[in-house]
């Protein structure tokens, strides 16, 4: 068995420096198209706050493991889009960008991450502007405030991480749930996730939370309210426990291995991990269950990964509601050239829901600086599929498409 500490395995406080990020591993969501100035302001006085506030709390002298990024304790992403061209279809992709082409602030995220000894606190908010659908975030996405409008609560929560192998959160966090949700949308190969994702899945809730490594397994499990509003009401809509299992049988491999450094010691090593996450509960409808497959192959400089989701919903009893049946599948091969400076992807994906399918095909590439904290991003998606969702989908297939230019900052 390959030991906790093996050279490339993450540290035993999962910092936020390389591919993993949150408890459960990262956040995702959208940015800001027309930020009404008062959250302009808030998001500014949040990122100096972050930036000013002296070193309150400590780092744990005693875990020389754990890596800080130079800007610890901000964390902060800020994604501009060039929108090249989009034609949106919501049943395809409700989270796509609106049609037309425009410039658009994509994603403002600021927030503090501090450690207390073996406690740690995340506190993380994010901005989006409209979607395709008109709204700033997705069908299913949680954290959202009372308040509402474009501003969203990602990571809120408390840890303890006692080990490498135990660490336990409690309040929102990522819902440990497909691979393409663990990824954080400052390490997307892509520039978006495909569209069964956002139709179909959640990405956070609030609850409690535990995982760990154990070396060649790593386990994720959440007992979580299905309520996507941070509110006096959490488990009035019900709940949904996830659970999430990676066996990373030859080496680590990670959340994104397109991002690990030169010198990994692994390079030269054929890797692979495999992966099963499993869902029961309340998402847009209760007794849902949701299995979802997930591989990911990594060799020098090849990366490919892949998913498949199966939903489906439980009437009364054993008895299955013919019209809940969902799927999707993407499979994303990529490159990493010149040193780690440039990664290129295509991605090929599917989505059915009851008699109507959707196919889509797209690439990407992402440019990092010699301070890789700057990345340009650029990409393209076609799609066809139907144009409105619900039983009378079948036989109206429409195109819908987008290419967007992104600029990512990152404390990451």
Do not use: C
Request: proline share 9%; charged share 20%.
């Amino acid at each position: 068995m390959r030991r906790a500490g093996s050279p490339g395995r993450a540290p035993a406080r999962l910092p936020r420096k390389g591919p993993s990020k949150g408890p459960l591993n990262p956040p995702r969501t959208r940015g800001v198209g027309r930020s009404p100035p008062a959250l302009t302001r808030f998001l500014a006085a949040g990122a100096l706050v972050a930036l000013s506030w002296p070193g309150r709390w400590a780092l744990a002298a005693s875990d020389p493991d754990t890596e800080r990024p130079s800007t610890y304790p901000l964390v902060l992403l800020v994604q501009g889009d060039a929108v090249v061209a989009s034609k949106p279809a919501a049943a395809q992709d409700p989270d796509g960008p609106p049609a037309g082409a425009a410039l658009r602030l994509r994603r403002v995220r600021v927030g503090d991450d501090v450690w207390m000894g073996e406690f740690h606190l995340r506190a993380l908010f994010e901005a989006q502007p409209d979607d395709a659908t008109g709204e700033p975030f997705g069908p299913l996405a949680g954290g959202r405030l009372p308040i509402g409008g474009p501003l969203r609560a990602a990571d809120l929560y408390l840890g303890w991480a006692p080990s490498r192998a135990f660490h336990a959160e409690a309040g929102s966090v990522r819902v440990p749930f497909s691979l393409s949700r663990q990824v954080d949308e400052g390490d997307l190969r892509m520039l978006e996730r495909p569209g069964f994702i956002d139709a179909f899945l959640p990405d956070y809730r609030t609850g409690l939370a535990i995982g760990g490594d154990l070396g060649e397994l790593l386990y994720r499990a959440a007992i979580l309210s299905a309520d996507q509003t941070l509110d006096g009401h959490l488990f009035g809509k019900g709940m949904l426990a996830a659970a999430r299992l990676t066996a990373e049988p030859l080496g680590p491999v990670g959340l994104a291995p397109w991002r690990r450094a030169p010198a990994d010691p692994w390079y030269d090593w054929f890797r692979f991990a495999a992966s099963l996450s499993v869902l029961y509960g309340t998402l847009a409808e209760p007794r849902t269950i949701a299995i979802d497959p997930d591989f990911q192959v990594q060799w020098r400089r090849l990366v490919v990964t892949g998913e498949y989701l199966f939903v489906v919903r439980y009437r009364q009893g054993v008895t299955i509601d013919p019209a809940s049946y969902r799927q999707g599948a993407a499979i994303e091969p990529g490159v990493t050239l010149l040193d780690r400076r440039l990664d290129l992807v295509v991605r090929g994906d599917w989505e059915r829901a009851l008699a109507a399918s959707s196919w889509g095909v797209g690439g990407g590439l992402t440019a990092y600086a010699p301070d890789p904290r700057l990345r340009l991003g650029a990409g393209f998606e076609w799609r066809r599929g139907p144009e409105f969702g619900g039983a009378d989908a079948s036989g109206t297939d429409v195109g819908s498409y987008w290419a967007i230019v992104r600029i990512t900052v990152t404390t990451d």
